[in-house]
């Protein structure tokens, strides 16, 4: 009984041993060829997945490292940028004549930038009498302080005369204490 199933011809067996000699060889060699050329396929397919994940990881590794460089830098620069406290010693008598030298004039923007050379920038309302004393005095009181860029403009409220962007350069002072005087 269990032989009359590989004797049967109309299961795939049965329809297997009808063929020629030459059909059955062709496809055995199909069957031989499919069979070892799957394992190939999947050793390829696994080749290449494993040359772009290489590939891949070796981007993300140059991206890192420029990524730290990048985060270096900029540490250096905020180290370089930050208020220290010689320079808020240096920025709080500053801020202290600018309000007790403005006097008529309207100071409607004063900001500090800090950077390699920190900077103060003033948008200033007023007459260009009280403009230039105010001016003259706070660079006298400080000479760290320089004058970089004075802008005037008629202003347009009836209440001024004068409009001015004032731009000051702080000079910082050296880190090497002056030398001694020897007796």
């Given at each position: 009984?269990p032989w009359?199933?590989?004797?049967n011809p109309?299961?795939?067996?049965?329809?297997?041993?009808?063929?020629?000699?030459?059909q059955?060889?062709c496809?055995?060699?199909?069957l031989?060829?499919?069979?070892?050329?799957?394992?190939?396929f999947?050793?390829?397919?696994?080749?290449y997945?494993?040359?772009?994940?290489?590939?891949?990881?070796q981007?993300?590794?140059?991206?890192i490292v420029?990524?730290?460089?990048?985060?270096?830098?900029v540490?250096?620069?905020?180290?370089q940028?930050?208020?220290?406290?010689e320079?808020?010693?240096?920025?709080?008598?500053?801020?202290?004549?600018?309000?007790?030298?403005?006097g008529?004039?309207?100071?409607?923007?004063?900001?500090?930038i800090?950077?390699?050379?920190?900077?103060?920038?003033?948008?200033?309302?007023?007459?260009?009498?009280?403009?230039?004393?105010?001016?003259?005095?706070?660079l006298?009181?400080?000479?760290?302080?320089?004058?970089?860029?004075l802008q005037?403009?008629?202003?347009?409220?009836?209440?001024y005369s004068?409009?001015?962007?004032?731009?000051?350069?702080?000079?910082?002072?050296?880190q090497?204490?002056p030398p001694?005087n020897?007796?």
């Amino acid at each position: 009984m269990p032989w009359t199933i590989l004797n049967n011809p109309d299961n795939l067996w049965g329809k297997w041993l009808k063929l020629s000699p030459r059909q059955q060889g062709c496809g055995l060699i199909l069957l031989a060829g499919a069979l070892l050329y799957w394992p190939l396929f999947q050793g390829g397919s696994h080749y290449y997945l494993l040359q772009q994940t290489a590939q891949s990881n070796q981007q993300t590794q140059q991206n890192i490292v420029a990524k730290q460089q990048q985060l270096q830098q900029v540490k250096q620069q905020l180290e370089q940028h930050l208020l220290t406290p010689e320079l808020a010693n240096q920025v709080a008598p500053i801020n202290q004549a600018i309000q007790q030298l403005s006097g008529a004039l309207q100071l409607e923007n004063q900001q500090w930038i800090f950077n390699q050379k920190p900077q103060l920038n003033l948008h200033i309302q007023g007459y260009f009498q009280d403009l230039q004393q105010f001016i003259t005095a706070l660079l006298a009181q400080h000479p760290t302080l320089h004058l970089v860029s004075l802008q005037i403009q008629q202003a347009d409220q009836a209440e001024y005369s004068i409009e001015s962007d004032v731009i000051f350069q702080l000079t910082l002072a050296t880190q090497n204490p002056p030398p001694e005087n020897p007796q």
